[in-house]
């Protein structure tokens, strides 16, 4: 019920190039799904994130796509460029009426390469 | 510049031994978090804490045990019954306040432990 499911595990783009990383859930308590990046050595940063009564959500290149009837989620990266190169997390909050703290669930994260 | 402060950035720990991992943020934040992330599993939440002198087991808290003294820190121990302590230890936090756009777990950038 708490799991978050990421794929794919890797990911090797050519530049300009779209990346595409999916994420599915189970819980539909999850109220709020963030996506974040990772640089080796550093902590996760938050890119972009989506509630489940929108479809699309769009912050530059990036995108988020979001399909509550699935209980699926995904990350478009348009134009990929070499700089994208990270590992990217997508992660879901269980909503306040769960009696949480609202904490994240991680999906176990998609190593992006972006070849120059 | 407000942020997360955690060290050291490498830690080695020898058998039977306690060691204590340090986080202080700058942020005014409530919320305070300590993941742990391994290859390919992504990011699993070992303890929270929503206010001083409380706080509350994640998903792994076995082996392991936190303070909250202050709202500014959150130590992380591990102790010597953590079997398999080798992982890259991410400390995050947030505001309790306001929507879901102002609650983004912001993270410091980690401490890599290791055995000897």
């Known amino acids: 019920q708490q799991q978050v499911k990421q794929s794919p595990q890797s990911l090797i783009v050519q530049k300009g190039g779209i990346s595409i990383i999916n994420c599915a859930y189970e819980?539909?308590?999850?109220?709020?799904f963030p996506w974040y990046q990772q640089f080796p050595g550093k902590g996760p940063a938050l890119l972009i994130a989506?509630?489940?009564?929108?479809s699309e959500k769009k912050e530059g290149r990036f995108t988020i796509s979001f399909n509550k009837s699935a209980k699926q989620f995904s990350l478009h990266i348009m134009d990929s460029q070499p700089g994208d190169s990270a590992t990217y997390f997508c992660?879901?909050?269980?909503?306040?009426?769960?009696?949480?703290?609202?904490?994240?669930?991680f999906g176990s994260g998609t190593q992006l390469t972006v070849l120059p | 510049d407000g942020g997360i402060t955690q060290s050291p950035k490498y830690l080695f720990r020898k058998e039977g031994q306690n060691v204590t991992l340090s986080c202080e943020q700058n942020?005014?934040?409530?919320?305070m978090y300590w993941y742990r992330q391994d290859p390919g599993q992504g990011l699993r939440l070992i303890y929270y804490?929503?206010?001083?002198?409380?706080?509350q087991k994640g998903d792994i808290a076995e082996g392991y045990s936190v303070s909250r003294e202050k709202k500014e820190s959150f130590p992380l121990t591990v102790t010597s019954a953590q079997k398999n302590p080798t992982a890259f230890y991410l400390c995050?936090?947030?505001?309790?306040?306001?929507?879901?756009?102002?609650?983004?777990?912001?993270f410091g950038d980690g401490t890599r432990l290791s055995i000897l």
């Open positions: 804490s929503q206010i001083v002198n409380d706080f």
């Open positions: 819980n539909t308590a999850f109220d709020y």
């Open positions: 995050a936090s947030s505001t309790l306040r306001g929507g879901d756009s102002t609650q983004p777990q912001h």
């Open positions: 989506i509630r489940p009564d929108v």
């Open positions: 992660a879901a909050r269980r909503g306040i009426s769960s009696g949480s703290a609202r904490q994240l669930t």
């Open positions: 942020l005014n934040h409530d919320a």
